[in-house]
């Protein structure tokens, strides 16, 4: 009897939710043509089969690649459904808040077909300082001290109290405190720009800077901003305030010039680098097919190793806090180059929390630009700050003198989950969160899946068909 095997290799099982219904359901990882797939059966709406990964032997590190998880100073939902339907967060979760997101206002002077808050100019509405403030001290309460707060919206620059809000946070325990914007008023208004410097240190502008192309702006953004870029690009780099520029990829529309936007990134005095995010399907996604259009974590790392110039592959990292979904690469920018860095970490430094002085053996010239480079005896008043402030999971770096933020250059890949590829597994270990206005934190992907507007209506029907099985 001839024995047969199916076509590919059972990897691991998770859950995973159904992208029409969104119920849990049962999800197997399996490998198939060199290439990670989920596969998951919904007994209503059937089978799906969804590409999760280009790139096997790196889907199979990221599964070590981890590191124990920090829990928040306190809970703030029971355990009642089960995830992901208990946000949050709850005792069940694995991280804490590497990032906190606080939403000011819904309406944008932008609207963009790819949009995953669905933001507007029709949309004139805002928080008060009041709601904006009982979210921020929401982040407080669960950390602490704050790794990151990103003053999101619509459009953050455009609130009617947009200083206020950006001291209300500077006077509150948070180390490094971000604005996510387009741009549009960065550019338009230089005396804006003059007063953000007032912020410095520890204030960072997440700038969206998808394209150089008039047509991709057009699809991703509904207008050609390129000027706007430009002209935002001067007045940054004029109060050198520091600035990550934000790309939101599509398959074969943008995804050609992420090393044009690295090289440009490393020019630019202001620019500590570059945030390449995937479209997830979330919020409003027009001409966007996720079973064709769908980018990978694993094809934007290949693709910023073959166009960069700079990241090898021992450069580009899973984080070891949330692996399947983030990937980094950090360089130092100096008068000889670009140096990358990542290369040099001792990954068990890293899955220990980066708690040990990592010892590289380096030339002379190397030796005088970053002695004892990653330590524990890092000063937060020092003019070179810590990558650690930046991201939770990496050791302290300590530089000399000569040597500061300005030099720091980072490459993140930030991989947002959706109903498609939703994994259970790694949404428990979801570490860049949203500020519910109720004071709920909330995981990016769960969020925008379950918890935006009506969107709760959906998870509402989802408890009540449990509730009843109980009963």
């Not at 990670?36 to 089969?49: A, D, I, M, N, Q």
């Not at 890293?350 to 030339?363: A, K, M």
Request: proline letters at 6%.
């Amino acid at each position: 009897m001839t024995t047969k095997n199916r076509p590919y290799l059972f990897y691991e099982l998770t859950n995973s939710i159904c992208s029409k219904c969104l119920k849990k359901v049962e999800a197997k990882v399996i490998i198939e043509n060199d290439c990670v797939y989920l596969s998951k059966y919904c007994f209503e709406h059937g089978r799906e089969k969804v590409l999760i990964s280009t790139d096997v032997e790196y889907y199979k590190r990221c599964r070590e690649f981890i590191k124990p998880s920090e829990m928040p100073q306190h809970w703030n939902t029971p355990i009642r459904y089960g995830c992901p339907y208990d946000c949050g967060l709850c005792p069940d979760h694995e991280q804490h808040s590497c990032l906190s997101i606080v939403e000011i206002i819904d309406q944008c002077n932008l609207k963009c077909p790819i949009c995953y808050a669905d933001s507007s100019p029709d949309k004139k509405l805002w928080r008060s300082l009041e709601e904006v403030e009982r979210m921020l001290d929401a982040v407080v309460s669960n950390e602490g001290e704050p790794d990151i707060v990103q003053i999101s919206g619509g459009e953050p620059t455009i609130h009617p109290q947009f200083f206020e809000i950006l001291d209300m946070a500077k006077s509150k325990p948070i180390k490094h405190l971000m604005v996510n914007t387009n741009g549009i008023r960065i550019a338009q208004d230089r005396e804006f720009v003059k007063r953000l410097a007032d912020y410095l240190p520890g204030f960072e502008l997440y700038l969206q800077f998808d394209s150089f192309e008039r047509e991709v702006l057009q699809e991703l953004r509904g207008a050609d901003l390129r000027q706007i870029r430009e002209k935002a690009i001067a007045h940054l780099n004029e109060f050198n305030i520091s600035t990550n520029l934000v790309v939101t990829l599509k398959k074969g529309l943008n995804d050609h010039e992420i090393g044009d936007i690295i090289q440009y990134g490393l020019k630019q005095r202001a620019v500590r680098g570059v945030t390449f995010q995937p479209i997830q399907a979330a919020g409003r996604t027009e001409d966007f097919d996720p079973a064709k259009d769908r980018l990978t974590l694993s094809e934007v790392r290949q693709s910023i190793i073959d166009q960069s110039g700079v990241f090898e592959a021992e450069d580009m990292l899973p984080v070891p806090c949330h692996p399947d979904s983030l990937a980094m690469g950090y360089a130092l920018k100096l008068n000889e180059g670009v140096i990358p860095l990542t290369r040099m970490v001792d990954p068990q430094i890293l899955l220990e929390g980066g708690r040990n002085t990592i010892v590289f053996e380096q030339d002379q010239s190397l030796r005088e630009h970053i002695f004892e480079l990653f330590s524990t005896n890092h000063s937060p008043e020092s003019s070179a700050m810590s990558l650690k402030s930046l991201l939770c999971c990496l050791p302290f770096v300590q530089v000399p003198e000569s040597v500061s933020y300005d030099n720091v250059f980072r490459v993140i890949i930030m991989q947002f989950l959706d109903p498609y590829y939703f994994d259970v597994r790694s949404v428990k270990k979801s570490c860049v969160h949203i500020v519910h206005p109720d004071g709920r934190i909330i995981p990016f992907d769960t969020y925008n899946i379950f918890y935006r507007g009506g969107l709760e209506e959906r998870l509402k029907e989802i408890k009540a068909e449990m509730e009843g099985r109980r009963e």
